[in-house]
């Protein structure tokens, strides 16, 4: 494959997932804000080695199937680039307004498997993430 060819399949990859997560981010920021970890988030990333910080959104709701566990739709923004991926981890509620979560998610091989592990209340959410290939950083975020 070309190099032309293998850059407007990542770019359409991303427009794509892009697209439909705007189109949801829409929304689910026009409904009330949730008490839980459900619902909207947005914030930025932090890259310790790098230093590179981006723009970054989350929704966050419950995975139909497997109780106790939730789909993570994370959208970031790297310089002029964004993309999204989907994860699903498993939650705890640690406290009345607290809830814990840690998982993997592979990227492929141009991201590499991440590994998050994280808190939130019902207005802040913190994660750590370290990455197969190297990268490790926060993901800080509030209620849009």
């Known amino acids: 494959m070309r190099f032309q060819d293998f850059f407007l399949l990542i770019t359409l990859m991303l427009v794509t997932g892009c697209s439909s997560f705007h189109r949801d981010w829409r929304t689910a920021t026009a409904q009330p804000t949730p008490t839980d970890l459900s619902g909207a988030w947005e914030g930025q990333w932090h890259s310790i080695p790098s230093d590179h910080r981006g723009k970054l959104r989350c929704l ?75 990268d490790r950083g926060t993901m800080e975020m509030a209620r849009p």
């Open 60 to 134: 966050v709701t419950p995975e139909g199937s497997q109780s106790g566990y939730y789909n993570f739709h994370y959208w970031a923004k790297w310089g002029l680039l964004s993309g999204a991926f989907t994860t699903v981890y498993p939650v705890t509620q640690v406290g009345a307004d607290r809830w814990r979560f840690a998982g993997d998610s592979d990227l492929g091989s141009l991201g590499g498997v991440y590994h998050h592990d994280g808190e939130a209340s019902s207005s802040q959410f913190h994660a750590d993430f370290t990455s197969s290939k190297g």
